[in-house]
């Protein structure tokens, strides 16, 4: 089993950054990809980045692109998400997740996740 926890959400105003962590415990080796995914108030779960832990490749949505950065700490099994320029509608809480096979954009495709994270932009 794999075990993720994140942290870092928080209250922040038009324009400021957070940074999003995501530590995995357990059986790590057996997943790949490591990737975020927001939810907002009524909103589907949907992709914002992702990592290949191996390698390194990123991947991100459009709306993430230019502003957010997905990066990995092999040493500390832990990943993050730092986030710029953020914007009232970056309002969702953030789950960390994982998968053992390649990169994929749905949420159905992952096999572990976090509890999820607050992050409220403040216009």
């Known amino acids: 089993q794999v075990q993720l926890v994140e942290s870092g959400g928080g209250l922040v105003q038009a324009g400021g950054s957070l940074r999003l962590s995501c530590a995995a415990s357990?059986?790590?080796?057996?997943?790949?990809?490591m990737g975020w995914f927001r939810q907002a108030p009524g909103g589907e779960r949907e992709f914002v980045a992702a990592?290949?832990?191996?390698?390194?490749?990123?991947y991100y949505a459009d709306s993430a692109k230019g502003r957010f950065t997905i990066s990995r700490d092999k040493d500390k099994n832990t990943w993050y998400l730092q986030m710029n320029s953020l914007k009232p509608e970056d309002t969702a809480v953030y789950y960390c997740?994982?998968?053992?096979?390649?990169?994929?954009?749905?949420?159905?495709?992952?096999?572990?996740w976090g509890q999820g994270t607050q992050v409220t932009v403040s216009s």
């Open positions: 357990g059986r790590t080796f057996s997943s790949n990809v």
């Open positions: 997740a994982a998968r053992r096979g390649g990169f994929r954009r749905s949420r159905w495709e992952y096999d572990y």
């Open positions: 990592i290949n832990w191996i390698g390194g490749d990123t």
